[in-house]
T-cell receptor
């Protein structure tokens, strides 16, 4: 157990739907990152929050949004889902805002049918 | 901006042999270079990292070397074991101190 908790572990939904993925960072970590990993692909950085504020944005689609709450947990919202959104979504946390040791969760596997 | 290239994409070695994975980066200001291991069905996990003021770092069977002049760094695994089979990712920092990731290397250890 890495200390980063992601729910749900698996999610199957239909095209056009909306889903929310949740992440609780490791205790003491202020920064949360979201990554997308499609089948046999690398890690695509989506967005980073630090202590409730958006710090960096990667290749995140306009259909996707995220936020970090006062208790530091984060949610990634995916809307108007398409088949190509099927992927593993990882959350990672770190103590600092800049690049340092990231602790990843086990991921949420999203399947869009 | 920063670009990180990782080679090879797949590496198959005999158990007990050594494995080397190489990454090159483009931003000479990069100063932090971690390596992550992703086992099947799990999230990536940091296995070793190096900062730009160090040329080499070792941790048991794993070592990382950094050549700042050539802008490349490598992961070396000696005496490979079945549990080393995984996907390995390198990364380097960009000017905003964000990690830019390589595409990953699938390491296969043959018995």
């Amino acid at each position: 157990d890495s200390g980063v908790t992601q729910t749900p572990k698996h999610l199957i939904t239909a095209t056009g739907q909306r889903v929310t993925l949740r992440c609780s960072p490791r205790s003491g970590d202020l920064s949360v990152y979201w990554y997308q990993q499609s089948l046999d692909q690398g890690l695509q950085f989506l967005i980073q929050y630090y202590n409730g504020e958006e710090r960096a944005k990667g290749n995140i689609l306009e259909r996707f949004s995220a936020q970090q709450f006062p208790d530091l947990h984060s949610e990634l919202n995916l809307s108007s889902l398409e088949l190509g959104d099927s992927a593993l979504y990882f959350c990672a946390s770190s103590v600092k805002a800049g690049a340092n040791v990231l602790t990843f969760g086990a991921g949420s596997r999203l399947t869009v049918l | 901006g920063e670009n990180v290239e990782q080679h090879p994409s797949t590496l198959s070695v005999q158990e007990g042999d050594s494995a080397v994975i190489k990454c090159t980066y483009s931003d000479s200001a990069s100063n932090y270079f971690p390596w992550y291991k992703q086992e099947l069905g799990k999230g990536p996990q940091l296995i070793i990292d190096i900062r730009s003021n160090v040329g080499e770092k070792k941790d048991q069977r794993i070592a990382v070397t950094l050549n700042k002049t050539a802008k490349h760094f490598s992961l070396h695994i000696t005496e490979t074991q079945p549990e080393d089979s995984a996907v390995y990712f390198c990364a380097a920092t960009d000017s905003n101190y964000q990690l830019i990731w390589g595409a990953g290397t699938k390491l296969i250890i043959k018995p």
